[in-house]
């Protein structure tokens, strides 16, 4: 399984951002997707991940502020980032877990103060 992510970027204190992670093949009978995160000096965090039926899980840090969707007919799951926070920095990597965990490619987000 090969995952893309995408939709990074700056923003600022406040702000929002929508990332993307498009899987090569369908996601509808795959397990856990989500999200981790690594902020420079820190070890990676899991931010958020759905199941296979659309049940979700969130870090307290991303409650009441991200959410986290699945597009099944498009491959493809969404992290909604509002109420951005300086902290909130780091390169987010979208993972599934079919057997293992598969990652993409890593995409930054830099949240200015």
């Known amino acids: 399984v090969q995952l893309q992510a995408s939709g990074g970027g700056l923003a600022q204190a406040g702000g929002s951002l929508r990332l993307s992670c498009a899987a090569s093949?369908?996601?509808?009978?795959?397990?856990?997707m989500g999200w981790y995160r690594q902020a420079p000096g820190k070890q990676r965090e899991l931010v958020a991940r759905?199941?296979?039926?659309?049940?979700?899980n969130y870090s307290d840090s991303a409650k009441g502020r991200f959410t986290i969707s699945r597009d099944n007919a498009k491959n493809t799951v969404y992290l909604q980032m509002n109420s951005l926070k300086p902290e909130d920095t780091a390169v987010y990597y979208c993972?599934?877990?079919?057997?293992?965990?598969?990652w993409g490619q890593g995409t930054q987000v830099t949240v200015s103060s």
């Open positions: 093949r369908s996601i509808t009978s795959m397990k856990p």
């Open positions: 759905i199941t296979s039926t659309g049940s979700t």
């Open positions: 993972f599934v877990v079919v057997m293992k965990y598969y």
